[in-house]
């Protein structure tokens, strides 16, 4: 059975940085054409991708945000961990970790974790 | 362009058939992925590629696409499909991730 699931901070101050980690299971992180992506979804607003990484280690980030974010992955622990800097009351959103796969040159998010929502305040 | 829109709101009749389109510049060379989202829920793949349906999902969930829209049919829509709808694409440059505005369907 594949899980995921966030954890962190569910409150930041502004201009704090936000870690947040993906615990997995039922996969390993190294399974080919798989991968781990972070999602968002202020509230009341549409979801908006953030990053993915990969098993051979690719990455990718939202252009509109990549100064702001670094993905890794640990596969012994089978987590991925995201940070974000310099936290600003707009980047308060429920953040999602979704398993991305690629399926006949599509990639799509099969599984997601139950999300956890961070606020922004001082 | 890295934009996917959606139709903000849709209602349907219960038992009668709704489509829901995305249009973006990407969907000429990438398909779409759809997610179906009830409150306080996450996303839930219903459609994904040309016209797949993952295991589980009903198969009144049906996908399509031409040019650069994709769309999303409901044929006898019930009362458990009222929820936002995300499509979700490659953006033009293939390395990243986009989702569309969201489509919010009522069925009534």
């Known amino acids: 059975q594949v899980t995921l699931k966030e954890s962190g901070p569910v409150l930041v101050k502004p201009t704090e940085t936000l870690t947040l980690t993906c615990t997995v299971s039922?996969?390993?992180?190294?399974?080919?054409?798989?991968?781990v992506s972070w999602i968002r979804q202020p509230p009341g607003k549409a979801l908006e991708w953030l990053a993915h990484i990969f098993s051979n280690d690719e990455k990718s980030y939202s252009t509109s945000l990549k100064s702001r974010l670094t993905i890794s992955k640990d596969t012994s622990k089978s987590q991925v961990v995201l940070t974000m800097t310099n936290m600003d009351p707009v980047d308060t959103a429920t953040y999602y970790c979704?398993?991305?796969?690629?399926?006949?040159?599509?990639?799509?998010?099969?599984?997601w974790g139950q999300g956890t929502l961070v606020t922004v305040s001082s | 362009s890295s934009e996917l829109t959606q139709d903000p709101a849709v209602s349907v009749a219960l038992g009668q058939t709704v489509r829901i389109t995305c249009q973006g510049d990407?969907?000429?060379?990438?398909?779409a992925s759809w997610y179906q989202q009830k409150p306080g829920q996450a996303p839930v793949l219903v459609i994904y590629g040309k016209n797949n349906r993952p295991s589980g999902i009903p198969d009144r969930f049906s996908g399509s696409s031409s040019g650069n829209t994709a769309s999303l049919t409901i044929t006898g829509a019930q009362a458990e499909d009222e929820a936002d709808y995300y499509c979700?694409?490659?953006?033009?440059?293939?390395?990243?991730?986009?989702f569309g505005t969201g489509t919010k369907v009522t069925v009534l």
């Open positions: 039922g996969f390993s992180l190294s399974n080919a054409r798989m991968g």
């Open positions: 979704a398993r991305i796969i690629m399926v006949r040159g599509v990639t799509l998010f099969d599984y």
């Open positions: 979700n694409s490659r953006d033009s440059s293939g390395n990243q991730e986009v």
């Open positions: 990407s969907l000429r060379s990438y398909y």
